[in-house]
């Protein structure tokens, strides 16, 4: 499910530009518009029509298939955007995957089962273009027209849920599901071509709002702030700022996470912004990505401006007032709390021998995860060169590009040249010496890339992980 996700969300973040510019079109000279022109809002049909179905049909098709899925997957999308009464973004991002699976699969038969050799690339395009044949009449004599009925059908029961009162309860699922990097997955696999679809139709979506308001991390963020001291006190406020004009939400992610209790706070946010989003009937012309509040200005219709930023304001705040109750109950005295806990602990232990035992596997678990730290550090040792670095993360973009901004500016203030870059754990360059990614993601990134080097952060805005990774830089290109 959770490769699916990431499938979803890749073909979306990598046409986000198209999407965006579509959208300021809309937000500029549409009926919610600054300046309505009911000439240059022409361009808008034909883009959600058929331009954007074919271009995330064509991206689906090259992530699974690669150049010839992709090549097929656009004209079996295009046959579908032919017969669609509505907007084939769903059934493009349906479409375009299986297509490309399909042309894979067709490729690998030739390979193993072809007794000739020099006949592959004649018969390879030969089958890929019945392929594409026979799914182009199909889709556009039936397909079509089926997804159609789906996509109004679904349009009319999301707008049940808009309009009902339970709306604001999609942030406990939301909130937890982002603080465990499946934010991306949410906002480009699932809200975004909802969002895409809606906006078609009524000009705006509520579902651009609910994943990338940036109100309920600055809430925690401006808390920890408040809360912390010296370092600590200044990484959180480069995490603020990151965060909220930035737009790149994964910098709150480990705060939240040494502290798991405050996904509370995030959810309490999260569920008052929605409800102000949903009361005032508010929504974005397209979506934002990164999430910054930058974007939120720059999307919203004239009219939601006001509403949009006050939802932003009260989902900061809710989340900031639950944030310090939480901190001042977990950390108010670390000294003490870690020693009365250490107590209780103990008369626990001496109650319940199966905490015991429950305590010493959870002191033993400590033990490979320290050893695969030294593994890490041994395997980056054993790196010859380093001339390509790549940050990398679900998505490719957000908070792996600004890791990369980061070190790049690291590099240059120690005048070392390395090319370094950044990309989803998908698309990995097969020429990269090194890849750095969140400690989360390390078990994956290695099972993607198992013969390259993978070095973890805490976070991307860890400096003492910047430093020490620019010490191993030295050492090993010196």
């Known amino acids: 499910m959770k490769k699916l996700g990431q499938l979803l969300s890749a073909m979306v973040y990598q046409n986000i530009s198209v999407i965006i510019a579509v959208g300021i079109i809309h937000g500029i000279f549409g009926i919610y518009g600054w300046w309505y022109n009911d000439r240059i809002l022409l361009i808008v049909d034909p883009v959600y029509s058929t331009l954007l179905p074919v271009l995330l049909g064509y991206t689906g098709g090259r992530l699974i298939g690669g150049q010839r899925g992709a090549v097929v997957a656009a004209i079996v999308t295009y046959g579908l955007t032919l017969a669609s009464s509505t907007p084939a973004i769903l059934g493009a991002m349906i479409i375009g995957p299986l297509t490309g699976w399909m042309i894979k699969k067709v490729d690998h038969f030739i390979k193993k089962r072809l007794p000739g050799v020099g006949y592959e690339l004649l018969i390879g395009n030969v089958l890929a273009s019945i392929i594409a044949i026979i799914l182009t009449i199909v889709c556009f004599l039936y397909v079509g027209q089926t997804l159609s009925m789906g996509v109004q059908w679904s349009t009319k029961l999301l707008e049940a849920v808009i309009y009902s009162g339970w709306l604001p309860l999609v942030s406990v699922i939301i909130e937890p599901a982002k603080v465990f990097f499946f934010n991306n997955i949410i906002n480009f696999g699932i809200l975004g071509p909802l969002g895409i679809q809606q906006a078609k139709e009524l000009g705006k979506s509520i579902f651009f709002l609910l994943e990338s308001n940036p109100g309920p991390g600055l809430g925690i963020l401006l808390a920890y702030w408040l809360k912390t001291r010296n370092e600590q006190r200044d990484g959180a406020k480069i995490a603020s700022a990151i ?99 250490t107590i209780i602990e103990f008369y626990r232990l001496e109650r319940d021998e199966r905490l015991v035992k429950s305590k010493m596997m959870e002191r033993t678990s400590q033990f490979p995860m320290k050893r695969k730290s030294e593994e890490v550090e041994e395997t980056l040792k054993r790196v010859k060169k380093i001339e390509k670095v790549f940050f990398v993360c679900e998505a490719g973009m957000g908070s792996s590009a600004m890791g990369a901004a980061m070190l790049r500016r690291k590099l240059g203030q120690v005048n070392l040249v390395v090319d370094v870059g950044n990309s989803s754990i998908d698309e990995i360059p097969y020429d990269v010496d090194l890849v750095i990614c969140h400690q989360k993601l390390l078990s994956t990134v290695q099972q993607a890339v198992p013969n390259k080097a993978c070095y973890p952060l805490k976070s991307f805005t860890d400096m003492k992980g910047y430093d020490e990774l620019i010490n191993h830089l030295k050492d090993i290109i010196t």
Request: cysteine-free; aromatic content about 14%.
């Open 243 to 341: 965060h909220f004009f930035g737009g790149i939400h994964e910098v709150y992610f480990p705060y939240v996470l040494m502290k798991p209790q405050l996904i509370i706070s995030l959810i309490l946010g999260g569920m008052a912004g929605v409800l102000t989003f949903q009361i005032f009937d508010v929504g974005l012309v397209a979506l934002p990505s990164p999430g910054s509040i930058f974007l939120f200005i720059g999307l919203a219709p004239k009219e939601d401006m006001f509403f949009i930023l006050l939802g932003v304001v009260l989902s900061a705040l809710i989340s900031f007032l639950f944030s310090i109750l939480l901190l001042k109950q977990i950390s108010d005295s670390p000294t003490e709390e870690e020693n009365r806990e």
